[in-house]
T-cell receptor
Framework: GAGVSQTPSNKVTEKGKYVELRCDPISGHTALYWYRQSLGQGPEFLIY????????DSGLPNDRFFAVRPEGSVSTLKIQRTERGDSAVYLC????????????FGQGTRLTVV | TQLLEQSPQFLSIQEGENLTVYCNSS?????LQWYRQEPGEGPVLLVTVVTGGEVKKLKRLTFQFGDARKDSSLHITAAQPGDTGLYLCAGATGFQKLVFGTGTRLLVSP
C-alpha cells in the first residue's frame, strides 16, 4: 500500500483478555516502530525493529507486551492479560532506516480495555 | 533514559500572533525532527535538522537546532487557524530510535 496501515482502527476488549494489533509498513522500509500515545501526550516509545530483529525493546512496559516481525515486513504487537491502564492509541511507524530518515506513521489503533 | 521536554505544553493565541515552542534535552541527538499531529491521525513530519546550529525555514515556520544538538525551537510567524494541532519534537539516536517530546498543543483562534 501507499502508507502505513494499522488494523483494527478501534479495539474494545475486556480486562484480562489477549489482543493483537497489526501493522503493515511501507513496502521496502526496514525500520519499524511501535509507540503508545495517551490523549494530548507525545508518543511513548515501545519497540523498534530493524528487519526481523528487535533492535531496541526497552520501551515495552512489562512482560505482558510482546511484538514480532517474522518476515521483516508486517509486525504484530501482542498484549496479554490486558489491564485498563493499557488503554491508549497504539501507533506504528516505518522508515528506510538510513540516516535521518523520515518516519511515516499509521493512523493508529485505539485500544480500550473495559 | 532520553527525555525531551517541550514547553509550553499548551498555547492558545489569536490569529496573526507569533509563537515559539521549545524542545530541550540533556541528551545529544544525531538528528531532531518536528512533527505535527491532528486528532485521529498519526504525526506528520515537518522538518529534520541534523547539524548543530542549523536553521531551516518552511514558509512561516522556522526551526533551529541547538549548537550542542540537545535542544531545538520552532517559531511560527503570523499564526493561522490552520496551524492548530499537536506539535511534537523527536530526537534520533545513532540507531534511528526516535524518542518523542511531551508535545505542545497549539490552538489558534480566528
Amino acid at each position: 500500500g501507499a502508507g502505513v496501515s494499522q488494523t483494527p482502527s478501534n479495539k474494545v476488549t475486556e480486562k484480562g483478555k489477549y489482543v493483537e494489533l497489526r501493522c503493515d509498513p511501507i513496502s521496502g522500509h526496514t525500520a519499524l516502530y511501535w509507540y503508545r500515545q495517551s490523549l494530548g501526550q507525545g508518543p511513548e516509545f515501545l519497540i523498534y525493529f530493524q528487519g526481523t530483529g528487535a533492535a531496541d525493546d526497552s520501551g515495552l512496559p512489562n512482560d505482558r507486551f510482546f511484538a514480532v516481525r517474522p518476515e521483516g515486513s508486517v509486525s504484530t504487537l501482542k498484549i496479554q492479560r490486558t489491564e485498563r491502564g493499557d488503554s491508549a492509541v497504539y501507533l506504528c511507524a516505518s522508515s528506510t532506516g538510513q540516516g535521518a530518515s523520515e518516519a511515516f506513521f499509521g493512523q493508529g489503533t485505539r485500544l480500550t480495555v473495559v | 533514559t532520553q527525555l525531551l521536554e517541550q514547553s509550553p505544553q499548551f498555547l492558545s493565541i489569536q490569529e496573526g500572533e507569533n509563537l515559539t515552542v521549545y524542545c530541550n534535552s540533556s541528551s545529544v541527538f544525531s538528528s531532531l525532527q518536528w512533527y505535527r499531529q491532528e486528532p485521529g491521525e498519526g504525526p506528520v513530519l515537518l522538518v529534520t535538522v541534523v547539524t548543530g546550529g542549523e536553521v531551516k525555514k518552511l514558509k512561516r515556520l522556522t526551526f533551529q537546532f541547538g549548537d550542542a544538538r540537545k535542544d531545538s525551537s520552532l517559531h511560527i510567524t503570523a499564526a493561522q487557524p490552520g496551524d492548530t494541532g499537536l506539535y511534537l519534537c523527536a530526537g534520533a539516536t545513532g540507531f534511528q530510535k526516535l524518542v518523542f517530546g511531551t508535545g505542545t498543543r497549539l490552538l489558534v483562534s480566528p
